[in-house]
């Protein structure tokens, strides 16, 4: 063994093992409909904020950002941990709540990196199947005696918003913490969320995001919300200084320009349902969905449309290698010139 492979043979087993996050054969501009992000264009706060004195650090935990959250949610600040984007919060989760070896249990299909971070943390994955109709199976999930569980509502790729029903039993039922992704909530309905329950349950974590409805992505901004006692111990594990003083002004201002927010959401609401209807008629089986993207079964070789759209400058997602979803494509929503363009192309892919 030379000096590098010595080297190399000191990284962890589980770290030799994972796979890169999904990379886009991105060519020119394409229309990205393959990303669940916000196509209403630039959220207009941007144009609106100063920069702000960058040659110090920001507060160690966004403390301006936290206050703001607190204004928005009608809880204590002391309810919050602001993350660098969503992915940074299951860091914090994965290391706040779990010792290698215990069960990170994650229904599937879902978020592809919810197994990164288990497999990172060196945790046991366990992935209990959906429903048929992509719902929990309560009782697979509580088989799984998992330390920490992550469900999302409304679930990426499947677009389904679960039971709360089904969310209540398994926190109930469960002594390991519960995390409830709520990165599409927007589009099914606030009423819908369970964040205003946090202090109901003692193994409760909300994560959200403004990388979907508020436009944010390149910013990375992503928050928890729990009891003052599991945020206490969240903030353990937190860097200091994890996000910027402009990531953090833009969230702040996002929240008071709710305005542009619920356009954007009812917009992609009608687009929905008419992205849908022209699927169908182009001969795809299209999954009901609460969120800003639909999952479908075309008619022909999932392949074919991928890269006959791609090729045509329009980047969707297809999953062959997940279990379940071999055979399947998923379609983000925008605004009604990109749900023409994709109809329009999708009849020449087919022709």
Request: hydrophobic content about 40%.
């Amino acid at each position: 063994m030379n000096r590098a492979e010595r080297v190399l043979a000191w990284t962890r087993p589980s770290v030799r093992g994972l796979k890169p996050y999904y990379k886009a054969p991105v060519e020119g501009r394409p229309l990205r409909l393959d990303q669940n992000t916000n196509l209403h264009g630039r959220n207009p706060v941007l144009d609106t904020l100063p920069i702000p004195d960058v040659d110090q650090y920001p507060s160690r935990d966004a403390d301006d950002l936290l206050d703001a959250l607190a204004d928005w949610h009608g809880l204590p600040a002391d309810r919050f941990v602001v993350g660098n984007g969503s992915d940074e919060c299951l860091d914090l989760l994965t290391k706040a709540f779990t010792v290698p070896g215990q069960t990170m249990a994650c229904p599937w299909p879902g978020y592809s990196l919810y197994p990164f971070y288990a497999h990172l943390q060196d945790l046991r994955l366990a992935t209990p199947r959906l429903k048929a109709d992509w719902h929990l199976d309560v009782d697979e999930v509580l088989a799984a005696k998992a330390a920490l569980t992550v469900v999302a509502t409304p679930n990426n790729p499947t677009g389904t918003r679960q039971r709360s029903e089904d969310l209540e039993r398994l926190l109930a039922a469960t002594d390991g913490i519960v995390v409830v992704d709520e990165a599409y909530i927007e589009y099914a309905g606030l009423k819908h969320s369970f964040l205003p329950r946090i202090d109901d349950f003692d193994n409760l974590v909300v994560m959200r995001t403004f990388s979907k409805a508020y436009g944010l992505a390149g910013l990375r901004i992503g928050y928890l919300a729990a009891n003052a006692e599991l945020v206490e111990r969240l903030r353990l594990v937190k860097p200091p200084f994890n996000v910027n003083l402009v990531s953090e002004q833009a969230a702040i201002a996002a929240l008071d320009a709710q305005e542009w927010v619920d356009a954007h959401v009812a917009e992609v609401q009608a687009e929905r349902e008419r992205t849908a209807a022209g699927l169908k008629a182009c001969g795809f089986r299209v999954h009901p969905s609460d969120a800003n993207f639909v999952l479908t079964e075309p008619p022909v070789d999932p392949a074919q449309v991928v890269d006959g759209l791609r090729r045509r400058g329009i980047l969707v997602r297809h999953f062959p290698t997940t279990e379940g979803l071999e055979h399947t494509v998923r379609f983000g929503i925008g605004r009604p010139e990109h749900t023409d363009a994709l109809l329009a192309t999708l009849n020449e892919v087919l022709a």
